[in-house]
């Protein structure tokens, strides 16, 4: 479904408009691993940050630099097409970067803010 969506607005032109709802529990829904990764490892590096206890700023920076499609990667694919983000927080201060791992939003966390969460 990932690749789909992605190839789906990436046939977009400025004359488009997308409106994404976003809501928590995207980031389960929109797997999409990096190049050299597959769904197994993607799979893997969620559980390993559920069972880690890591906040969910830390855990969603992480799935960020593992996907294709979270990290604002939705909406780069979507240009020169406006994108409009409808987001539904369940983080606590309403970050939209961080709800659904931000697949609208542009990613500027780094490994080590993970590491400093």
Known sequence: ASR???EKVRALTADD????????????LLPSP????????EIAVNEAL???GAPIAAMNTIRKH??????????????PA???SLVVSDIPGDNPA???SGPTVPDTGSREDALAS
């Open 66 to 79: 593992v996907s294709t499609i979270k990290g604002g990667r939705l909406a780069a694919a979507a240009h």
């Open 82 to 84: 406006r994108v409009v």
């Open 34 to 41: 990096a190049p050299g990764l597959t769904l197994a490892d």
């Open 4 to 6: 789909r969506l992605l």
């Open 50 to 52: 559920l069972a880690s």
């Open 17 to 28: 408009l997308v409106v994404a709802l976003i809501s928590g529990g995207g980031s389960a």
């Open 98 to 100: 961080l709800v659904a």
